[in-house]
């Protein structure tokens, strides 16, 4: 399995950035796909972005198509996610997870980080 730690959370207003890390180890990040899930309470987990262990497919979802771009650095073993033009609507607890498959699903997933809070306030 892989270990994951997140950081860069925090309290932003409406319209600003941020920018989430994930901390890879145990394994090199070429052999994963990594991707971010949010959740916010009282709803199932669900899915942000992802990226192939290369690196060259990338896949959001449509609430943060535009907005929100995903990279990784293989050297480091860590994945970002930067998020511009923050609204109330992203406000979670963001969580970094790891597969050996590229997907959007959660259950094939099987490494998570502990997760970290982003609040948008408006």
């Known amino acids: 399995q892989v270990q994951l730690v997140e950081s860069g959370g925090g309290l932003v207003q409406a319209g600003g950035s941020l920018r989430l890390s994930c901390a890879a180890s145990g394994r090199t990040s070429t052999n994963y796909a990594m991707a971010w899930f949010r959740q916010t309470p009282g709803k199932e987990r669900e899915f942000v972005a992802a990226?192939?262990?290369?690196?060259?497919?990338?896949t959001y979802a449509e609430s943060v198509k535009g907005r929100f771009s995903l990279f990784k650095d293989n050297a480091k073993n860590t994945l970002y996610l930067q998020m511009n033009n923050l609204i109330p609507q992203d406000t979670a607890i963001y969580y970094c997870?790891?597969?050996?498959?590229?997907?959007?699903?959660?259950?094939?997933?099987?490494?998570w980080g502990q997760g970290i809070q982003v609040t948008v306030s408006s």
């Open positions: 990226i192939s262990g290369g690196g060259y497919g990338v």
């Open positions: 997870a790891a597969s050996t498959t590229f997907t959007t699903l959660r259950e094939n997933y099987d490494s």
